[in-house]
């Protein structure tokens, strides 16, 4: 299954990917799998320290997020609740040639003539009976045959007529009538190919509906300008648009049956939802805080493409930052501090996200979020340059979400805007997504998800008539909203306002549903993200005018593979190799190593250096006293510039961390 040609750079991207072992095709001794990618051994390690640095940033470093470890399968319910059992859906259409499915918006305008049928019908047998006659009479045995097609009785009566004319004939040798496909067909042509191409391809088609000599009805022509209606390949006019839901199924248990039918999680955040009641009684945590979980999540995408941008199964790291809703941070503070538009492309970068404060709404958080996001990725080596940002339209929003900003990446086949600028394609979503999630298993769990807080309690009870009653108007058209957009059948509108009712009067008790932020961010789009950021070739020439291009991979030591190549100077000096051995173990327990003593050490460089290995050390001679002022010192490369420097063993471990840290 190879991966469309894109362009040329991903082109090198994904053979670099696999030459160097960062990432390989699942199953790829048997042709692989559409949509599923395997980590080589550098690509393994890439990951890890991508997870292992977001889960550090998000959870470790601070002290308002606690992880979650949860299970791919879970309840069925859960996806009821969330809306993928109902709602996680692609609009798709179909070739009806090649049963090729694609994704109704991303079939790319084609121009052409378009050639209509309007069915075919078969005349094969009509031709083998008549054959059976002289040949002065077989057109006229078919001609009569053709004339009563459609009427069983005339066409019963002209084969009686026509056996009796013939004499004898086996039962198998008289036909029945023709058959018909009124199913109608159509398929484009690009400028210049004849139309006997239309003609095969439509043949093709009535074939597959049983037809064994089609002969085609009802031809026109017609010109079309850039219709996204055919079939990209095969040009056939595609099916209507269905939804096609994402979730890939499975059953738990011995039995195949409806009730047993379970879903591979398309995204982490549901368990944390449904966990949340027993973080925050377990964490000690309070709102405002947040549960992050790193994971794997399956979508059975209809058309995975661009290599690891769009798999089947891929990995998220999902932050849910709970937070009190405006109308409880006014309560409490008196106001509520908003941010207006998001202010993201005025920020200075490498300026400190403003500390948390109590009297955040949703809006200062989802600004919050995304800088802090932001942050992170400048942090692993992508600059603001190489991201671009999409704040979601009204139109585009989740019936239930406040606010969505997509951090983009500038990918080799992100397409460009008018401008000709580079737009991106989207590498984490923050999404302010109210009180929804918790709301929906709160109604269909039947547990409570609410929480209780003293403070507000207190406040509310300290405020003036009137704000009390304009802040539980608030709350309670909020939840009438909420409750009503997602109310089942059998619900009444009285039932709904009640339940609004008990929700605001809940304020007065210092209960309410928490908000939530969610920074949302797939691990395999940014290991894509690393790899076309940190790829740069140079072709150098020679004096013999022999060229030779070098790959250096420029990641940033945080997230590198290798983080220092260890090499002896020579193999074959056992003084050498002995210190080069005990340099490695000294490192070892603090970083990965790479240990390399074969080849020259041009090429062990090189080596390095396409791997992305930041940094290598060479023990050599020096390293031994040969010039006493440098014993146990060595060699310190750095692999963008190949610039040298001499450093001490016993610095070298310290000299390392501060840089890969
Ligand atoms: N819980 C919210 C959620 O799942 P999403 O935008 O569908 O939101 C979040 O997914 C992130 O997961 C995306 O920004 C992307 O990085 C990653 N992702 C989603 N679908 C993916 C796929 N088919 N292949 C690789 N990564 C994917």
Not at 74 to 93: C, N, Y
């Amino acid at each position: 299954m190879a991966e469309p040609k894109e362009n040329l750079q991903m082109e090198k991207i994904v053979s670099l990917c696999k030459r160097r072992g960062f990432v390989f095709q699942s199953s790829e001794i048997y042709g692989g799998l559409n949509g599923f990618w395997d980590y080589g051994p550098l690509g393994a390690e890439l990951k890890r320290n991508v997870k292992e640095l977001w889960w550090n940033a998000m959870t470790r470093q601070r002290d308002d997020v606690a992880g979650l470890e949860a299970t791919i399968i879970m309840s069925p319910k859960i996806w009821e609740a969330s809306g993928h059992v109902a709602t996680f859906a692609d609009l798709m259409r179909e070739c009806p040639l090649t049963k090729k499915r694609v994704r109704a918006d991303q079939v790319e305008p084609q121009s052409g003539t378009a050639y209509h049928f309007e069915g075919a019908t078969d005349f094969d047998e009509y031709d083998n009976f008549a054959k059976k006659f002289p040949a002065q009479n077989q057109d006229q045995v078919f001609d009569e045959l053709l004339r009563a097609t459609g009427n069983e009785l005339n066409f019963t009566e002209t084969v009686i007529k026509l056996v009796k004319q013939h004499g004898s004939l086996r039962t198998d040798e008289i036909p029945a009538m023709a058959k018909t496909s009124e199913e109608r067909f159509s398929v484009l042509l690009s400028a210049g190919k004849p139309p006997e191409s239309a003609q095969k391809t439509a043949k093709e088609f009535y074939k597959q509906r049983g037809l064994k000599n089609p002969n085609l009805l009802g031809e026109r022509a017609q010109k079309v300008e850039n219709s996204t209606d055919f079939h990209p390949e095969s040009g056939a006019l595609l099916n209507e648009a269905r939804p096609f839901n994402l979730m890939l199924q499975t059953y738990v248990g011995p039995i195949q049956s409806e009730e047993n039918i379970a879903y591979l999680r398309p995204e982490t955040a549901q368990a944390i939802f449904a966990q949340f009641k027993n973080v925050l009684e377990t964490s000690r945590q309070k709102v405002p805080f947040g549960i992050a979980q790193v994971g794997k999540a399956f979508r059975n995408e209809v058309t995975p493409r661009n290599f690891t941008f769009r798999s089947r199964e891929f990995e998220q790291m999902e932050l849910e930052f709970f937070i009190k809703p405006d109308e409880v941070i006014e309560a409490i503070h008196g106001s509520v501090f908003t941010v207006q538009g998001s202010g993201l492309e005025n920020s200075e970068p490498g300026t400190p996200n403003p500390e948390p404060q109590p009297n955040w709404g949703w809006q200062a958080w989802h600004h919050y979020w995304v800088e802090e996001r932001v942050r992170f990725y400048e942090g692993i080596g992508l600059s603001r340059e190489t991201l671009g940002f999409h704040h979601q339209t009204p139109a585009e929003l989740a019936h239930y979400a406040r606010a969505c900003t997509d951090i983009l990446f500038k990918f080799p086949f992100s397409k460009k805007d008018a401008a000709g600028n580079v737009i991106g394609d989207e590498l984490e979503g923050i999404a302010a997504r109210s009180d929804f999630d918790l709301s929906q298993h709160q109604r269909f769990s039947g547990k409570p998800m609410g929480v209780f807080d003293e403070e507000l309690r207190a406040a509310w009870a300290k405020l003036p008539k009137e704000k009390q009653d304009a802040l539980w108007k608030r709350y309670y058209d909020n939840r009438k909203n909420y409750l009503t957009k997602s109310a089942k059948p059998d619900e009444t509108p009285e039932q709904i306002s009640q339940q609004a009712t008990e929700d605001a009067n809940g304020l007065a008790k210092g209960q309410y549903i928490p908000h939530v932020i969610e920074p949302s961010a797939g691990v395999d789009r940014l290991i894509l993200a690393l790899i076309a950021n940190a790829y740069t070739e140079t072709t150098k020439t020679d004096d013999k005018g022999k060229s030779e291009t070098i790959y250096v991979m420029k990641f940033h030591p945080r997230v590198a593979p290798i983080k220092v190549g260890v090499l002896p100077l020579l193999k074959n000096k056992p003084e050498l190799v002995k210190k080069a051995i005990e340099v490695r173990d000294l490192l070892r327990p603090w970083m990965n190593v790479y240990y390399d003593d074969g080849g020259s050490i041009g090429k062990r460089y090189a080596r390095q250096d396409e791997a992305g290995t930041p940094f290598c050390v060479t023990i050599d001679f020096d390293t031994l006293g040969e010039k006493p002022e440098l014993l146990d010192s060595v060699t310190l490369r750095y692999r963008d510039d190949g610039r040298q420097e001499r450093l001490k063993i016993s610095e070298l471990r310290d000299w390392l961390l501060a840089r890969i840290r």
